[in-house]
């Protein structure tokens, strides 16, 4: 066996001589917090995302929800999500932006009247550098003011943003690399809703790059039972594929004009069941996010006893599931009852199997 060769060592350690030149050492590394994600099994807390779908699909509602879940620190998809100021380019469908809001604080039974999300109303070229640094600028100057920082930043959509051709793998590859510095410079998600091509089966619409470019990859899609929806995770760099149910609701959200009624779409608070996609790669219909696990947790910590449905809900609301609100433990209670999980006996007694 030949030996290792031997060099003339610095008085230093190697880490502060890579670090005086300029380099990240390895202890600097191994030195970070692993990070927490921004919504778990779904998004990383920094990074860069597309959400694409067909027309119809709902992009732009779900792209709306996490706005506001985020910003308001409540559950995304039955998933905990990590709180704080989110910032949307609603670059299409301006005159529904005030339905949608009110349509979401509805349905969740939220006061908006101050959340900490900033607004962008008009397309701006995202692949212009000087563009890209006074938007970086903007943010961190609120994040400075407010003391709040920016968890999510969603870019809807990229044909308003983009100033270039899609086809084009270079107008694609400035606007991507504009994602990733907008992502690292806040230290934050961005997420851009996209559409998909006549060809669902290819994904994203346009060049190769966004299916390469992108952290995540987030596909929209109706499924097999009129009016579900499906989100599938086609690419998810540092994690495995997942798919789970997307549900929409009509809510009726005040009154225009002429007095007549105002709805807008809003994304269910039933919605994100784990799909079976069938390929190996998705939990199977047993798994549970972490809200789940936890409200099972209360039953079996109640023992062979069980608990009525009512204690049940109350010790669930108790432990702080899902921000306090009542919809997620009746929501979660319902479905481990119907997936298995719970033993409901004779006298209404609810026991964890």
């Given at each position: 066996?030949?030996?290792?060769?031997?060099?003339?060592?610095?008085?230093?350690?190697?880490?502060?001589?890579?670090?005086?030149?300029?380099?990240?050492?390895?202890?600097?590394?191994?030195?970070?917090?692993?990070?927490?994600?921004?919504?778990?099994?779904?998004?990383?807390?920094?990074?860069?995302?597309?959400?694409?779908?067909?027309p119809?699909?709902?992009?732009?509602?779900?792209?709306?929800?996490?706005?506001?879940?985020?910003?308001?620190?409540?559950?995304v998809?039955?998933?905990r999500?990590?709180?704080?100021?989110?910032?949307?380019?609603?670059?299409?469908?301006?005159?529904?932006?005030?339905?949608?809001?009110?349509?979401?604080?509805?349905?969740?039974?939220?006061?908006?009247?101050?959340?900490p999300?900033?607004?962008?109303?008009?397309?701006?070229?995202?692949?212009?550098?000087?563009?890209?640094?006074?938007l970086?600028?903007?943010?961190?100057?609120?994040?400075?003011?407010?003391?709040?920082?920016?968890?999510?930043?969603?870019?809807?959509?990229?044909?308003?943003?983009?100033?270039g051709?899609?086809?084009?793998?270079?107008?694609?590859?400035?606007?991507?690399?504009?994602?990733?510095?907008?992502?690292?410079?806040?230290?934050?998600?961005?997420?851009?809703?996209?559409?998909?091509g006549?060809?669902?089966?290819?994904?994203?619409?346009?060049?190769?790059?966004?299916?390469?470019?992108?952290?995540?990859?987030?596909?929209?899609?109706?499924d097999?039972?009129?009016?579900?929806?499906?989100?599938?995770?086609?690419?998810?760099?540092?994690?495995?594929?997942?798919?789970?149910?997307?549900?929409?609701?009509?809510?009726?959200?005040?009154?225009?004009g002429d007095?007549?009624?105002?709805?807008?779409?809003?994304?269910?608070?039933g919605?994100?069941e784990?799909?079976?996609i069938?390929?190996?790669?998705?939990?199977?219909?047993?798994?549970?996010?972490?809200?789940?696990?936890?409200?099972?947790?209360?039953?079996?910590?109640a023992?062979?006893?069980?608990?009525?449905?009512g204690?049940?809900?109350?010790?669930?609301?108790?432990?702080?599931?899902?921000?306090?609100?009542?919809a997620?433990?009746?929501?979660?209670?319902?479905?481990?009852?119907?997936?298995?999980f719970?033993?409901?006996?004779?006298?209404?007694k609810?026991?964890a199997?």
């Amino acid at each position: 066996m030949t030996n290792p060769t031997t060099y003339p060592m610095s008085s230093r350690p190697f880490a502060e001589d890579a670090k005086s030149c300029g380099f990240t050492s390895l202890p600097e590394v191994l030195g970070r917090e692993f990070p927490v994600d921004l919504i778990w099994d779904l998004f990383p807390q920094v990074g860069t995302a597309c959400l694409f779908g067909a027309p119809g699909t709902g992009k732009s509602f779900v792209a709306f929800n996490i706005v506001m879940s985020v910003a308001a620190g409540l559950d995304v998809l039955g998933r905990r999500s990590l709180q704080g100021m989110t910032v949307y380019l609603s670059t299409e469908g301006k005159s529904g932006l005030k339905a949608r809001a009110m349509a979401w604080a509805e349905a969740r039974g939220t006061d908006i009247s101050d959340l900490p999300v900033a607004l962008i109303e008009q397309p701006m070229n995202l692949r212009e550098k000087e563009t890209v640094a006074k938007l970086i600028d903007r943010i961190k100057q609120l994040e400075a003011a407010s003391g709040i920082p920016c968890r999510f930043i969603c870019v809807d959509t990229l044909s308003q943003c983009l100033f270039g051709d899609e086809n084009r793998q270079e107008d694609m590859a400035e606007f991507t690399g504009a994602m990733t510095r907008i992502a690292n410079a806040l230290t934050t998600q961005v997420c851009v809703v996209h559409h998909s091509g006549k060809d669902k089966s290819k994904g994203a619409r346009g060049s190769s790059v966004i299916s390469g470019n992108f952290d995540t990859l987030l596909a929209l899609e109706e499924d097999s039972d009129e009016g579900q929806f499906v989100l599938r995770t086609d690419k998810q760099k540092n994690g495995g594929k997942a798919a789970v149910s997307i549900k929409f609701e009509m809510v009726e959200c005040g009154e225009d004009g002429d007095g007549e009624p105002v709805y807008s779409l809003v994304v269910s608070g039933g919605s994100g069941e784990p799909v079976d996609i069938g390929n190996g790669s998705q939990p199977v219909s047993r798994s549970l996010t972490p809200n789940g696990k936890k409200v099972l947790e209360v039953l079996r910590a109640a023992g062979p006893d069980g608990l009525e449905l009512g204690e049940w809900r109350k010790r669930v609301r108790t432990a702080g599931i899902g921000s306090g609100r009542d919809a997620t433990a009746n929501e979660w209670t319902k479905k481990l009852v119907e997936r298995d999980f719970v033993e409901v006996r004779p006298d209404g007694k609810h026991v964890a199997k």
